[in-house]
């Protein structure tokens, strides 16, 4: 797998990408800080090979939401 620099990433004006934190079958996980806010962020994105599969797009979405109720100090 060919790994971006963070120059190469685009996730909008809303992030500056810090770091590729992993990487896995199922996508790569990144560092990164909202600018607005400063927080500290995971942007999660999914590999473009399962893109057109439907059953793992909904697996990922599916993850991204129950990520989004996780609430802990670290």
Known sequence: MKQKNKEQLSFGAKYEVL??????AM???????????GA????KTISQNL??????????L?????G?????PN
Do not use: P, S
């Open 68 to 72: 989004l109720r996780v609430n802990h």
């Open 51 to 60: 893109v057109a599969d439907e059953t793992m797009r909904k697996r990922f």
């Open 40 to 43: 500290l962020v995971a942007i």
């Open 27 to 37: 996508g790569q996980v990144y560092r990164a800080i909202e600018r607005e806010t």
């Open 19 to 24: 770091e590729l934190v992993g990487a896995g």
């Open 62 to 66: 599916r993850e991204a939401r129950l």
